[in-house]
């Protein structure tokens, strides 16, 4: 599954900015797994840059964005891809790593 249908399957829809954060964020740790270290100085900030907005900006449309999964939208599957329960809405950082897994070990499956 591809990161993008991913987002959508979770219930993160395309008007949201989160989503294209999510997104590009997503791309840069398939890219360089090290983003996954430092979410909120490395990650948060390269993706500002792309989207020419605030690091602040990026973060709350990410919690945003995760507060609509976990409310709105899909989260039995969020819980599912996890592998382990998840009783209150994921920091970016803890929501990240679990879509980076899940597309790293679809990636390794072929």
């Keep these: 599954m591809m990161a993008r249908s991913l987002l959508l399957s979770l219930g993160i829809h395309t008007t949201l900015k989160g989503f294209h954060y999510l997104l590009y964020a997503l791309h840069l740790c398939m890219q360089n797994e090290d983003y996954l270290l430092l979410v909120y100085k490395w990650l948060c900030k390269d993706v500002a840059i792309h989207f020419n907005t605030t690091q602040s900006n990026v973060e709350h449309c990410i919690?945003?964005?995760i507060a609509h999964c976990w409310f709105k939208g899909?989260?039995?599957l969020l819980i599912?891809?996890?592998g382990y329960n998840i009783e209150k809405p994921p920091s970016n950082?803890?929501?990240i790593d679990i879509l980076y897994s899940f597309l790293k070990s679809q990636?390794?499956?072929g």
């Design 63 to 65: 919690r945003t964005a």
């Design 74 to 76: 899909n989260r039995k």
């Design 80 to 82: 599912q891809i996890a």
């Design 93 to 95: 950082g803890e929501f």
């Design 107 to 109: 990636e390794e499956k």
